[in-house]
């Protein structure tokens, strides 16, 4: 308390009795991909005309079966660790020569898995047609960089080229073509393999857009597997997505490890792992979420045969959980890798629908609210589906908690809004209802950590009753909750009746909270007969 000597008027700032809720943010996705790099780094290491056989790496040791690549000159040799190739023999940090070299610079590139900063992928051979305006050597600034060095070729007979990975000191990579046949063309199409290089296993990398996706993961690869993790996270930003975490693993065996990671980001609320569908990783992601209480996962269906029928049987969805929500099948997208593979098809391929299902559950939350169900929503990006389903089929899915993508009048929409067990999970049934209260719960938790070791009163108990019916009033305006009225939408309880004497010698206090939550018109059912109009006279 101050103390007043003096007369005079004084004036005190006095915090308010009332310290707003902010409701969490419930849009942030987690992805885990599992993909195997491949660890290249290229170390010039020597100059072959020295007397000495053996020359020392300064990267760390390779491992078993590590391949490995040795260019002296022109020569290059290749082998696996340990193993004797034309003379050359990789074992531990040494590049060994058994016989004496050939002059010229000695250059290694070896693959060390789980030991290097960067893998490598190697996407599909680009062409780039280049104007040649003289015959001497000219060079050329590729578009689609970096490269790797010596992987290029020109369609022009005679013609060489050289590429230079210049990465990353400038960011980019060069053509060098020499004189040669065909040089004094106006035009030479160059031929070569963009490599893009990546982050660790296991490290988690925040993504705001696919553009830093690809800095950090790379582009639409032939990597099937990286390929499916990138059509996931682009699915999430054209769904809507606006943040999300992304990791690889090697194997789906090491998904916990990321997870473990997950953990320690709080702003996470949506946990995906795209096309990851073993059952021991369904159920460390679910664990996961029920484990952390402020999250939900959406999981993937598995690869189906044409030929098996449209069963709970037949799909094998996970265990029941109203902490995840299970979608099939599998959508169409247009991969600009397989187009390039193949210019006369149509460069379709089926991906795992997890990330763009993400991306909904964003754009549902930013345009309606968490409250609304993520569902009858088209599926931006989605030009087919691995298997129609009709209603007669779904009948038998949906109580299950199976959520059908189905095509509709020509548009691809999700076409179910449960969680995992459907009925089963009586009143946690709906995505929805379970997503609000996450959103509740951990909106209350953060808001009100500064009522841990205050005095444990009335006056506490009042200013607990204050903050949380302040921040459900806007909940229920914003029509998450049931009620003509906030007295018929919900109420708050914090009092003698609530705290008892027992209670508070606990250093406990306890309010008990009631909302009616708004469930989705599922069913919307018309009843039609006939009306002879009203009668005359």
Wanted: charge should be negative; hydrophobic fraction near 35%.
């Amino acid at each position: 308390m101050p103390q007043y000597l003096s007369p005079g008027v004084y004036v005190q700032e006095v915090p308010s009795a009332v310290q707003p809720i902010a409701g969490v943010g419930t849009s942030t996705a987690g992805f885990i991909g599992a993909f195997e790099g491949q660890y290249v780094i290229d170390e010039k290491v020597g100059d072959a005309d020295n007397e000495k056989k053996e020359f020392p790496l300064k990267h760390t040791p390779l491992k078993d079966k590590s391949k490995w690549a040795v260019k002296v000159g022109d020569a290059i040799y290749t082998g696996k660790v340990g193993t004797e190739t034309d003379s050359v023999v990789l074992k531990d940090k040494k590049v060994i020569f058994t016989k004496a070299p050939p002059s010229g610079e000695i250059l290694v590139s070896y693959c060390a898995k789980e030991s290097s900063e960067f893998f490598a992928i190697i996407y599909p051979a680009k062409k780039e047609e280049l104007k040649v305006e003289k015959a001497d050597q000219t060079t050329f600034v590729l578009q689609n960089s970096p490269v790797l060095e010596g992987s290029g070729s020109v369609s022009k007979n005679g013609t060489t080229v050289e590429l230079k990975n210049d990465f990353p000191k400038k960011g980019q990579s060069s053509a060098v073509l020499t004189p040669g046949l065909g040089l004094n063309d106006t035009k030479v199409t160059v031929t070569y393999n963009p490599v893009f290089r990546s982050v660790l296993a296991g490290e988690v990398k925040p993504c705001t857009n696919f553009g830093e996706f690809k800095k950090h993961f790379g582009d639409f690869t032939a990597d099937e597997n990286q390929n499916r993790l990138a059509h996931a996270v682009y699915g999430f930003f054209n769904n809507g997505g606006t943040r999300c975490y992304v990791a690889r693993v090697e194997n789906e065996a090491k998904v916990e490890a990321v997870l473990e990671k997950f953990e320690a980001i709080d702003e996470i609320a949506i946990v995906a792992a795209p096309g990851l569908v073993e059952d021991s990783t369904r159920t460390a992601i679910v664990s996961h979420c029920e484990k952390m209480e402020d999250r939900f996962a959406v999981l993937d269906s598995k690869e189906m045969d044409i030929s098996q029928s449209l069963t709970k049987e037949e799909i094998k969805p996970p265990a029941p959980t109203n902490y995840a929500a299970f979608y099939f099948p599998r959508i169409k997208v247009f991969d600009p890798v397989t187009k390039a593979m193949d210019p006369k098809g149509d460069g379709q391929i089926l991906v795992p629908p997890s990330g763009h299902i993400a991306g909904i559950y964003a754009r549902v939350d930013a345009s309606r609210g968490v409250h609304k169900a993520p569902a009858n929503e088209v599926v931006r990006g989605a030009l087919g589906l691995e298997r129609l389903v009709s209603r007669s089929q779904q009948e038998g899915l949906n109580p299950d908690g199976i959520n059908c993508i189905r095509d509709l009048n020509d548009n691809i929409r999700v076409w179910g809004a449960r969680t995992i067990g459907g009925d089963g999970n009586g009143e946690w049934k709906y995505i929805n209802v379970r997503r609000l209260f996450l959103f509740l719960r951990e909106s209350i938790d953060e808001g009100l950590q500064w009522t841990v070791f205050e005095p444990n009163d009335s006056a506490l108990w009042a200013k607990i009753r204050r903050n949380i019916t302040a921040f459900l009033m806007n909940v229920w305006r914003s029509g998450a909750l049931f009620g003509a009225t906030p007295q018929d939408a919900f109420y708050v309880k914090c009092d003698e009746e609530t705290n008892p004497p027992e209670v508070r010698d606990l250093g406990q206090v306890v309010t008990e909270i009631g909302v009616a939550v708004v469930k989705p018109a599922e069913f919307v059912i018309f009843k039609i007969s006939q009306w002879a109009g009203p009668s005359g006279g």
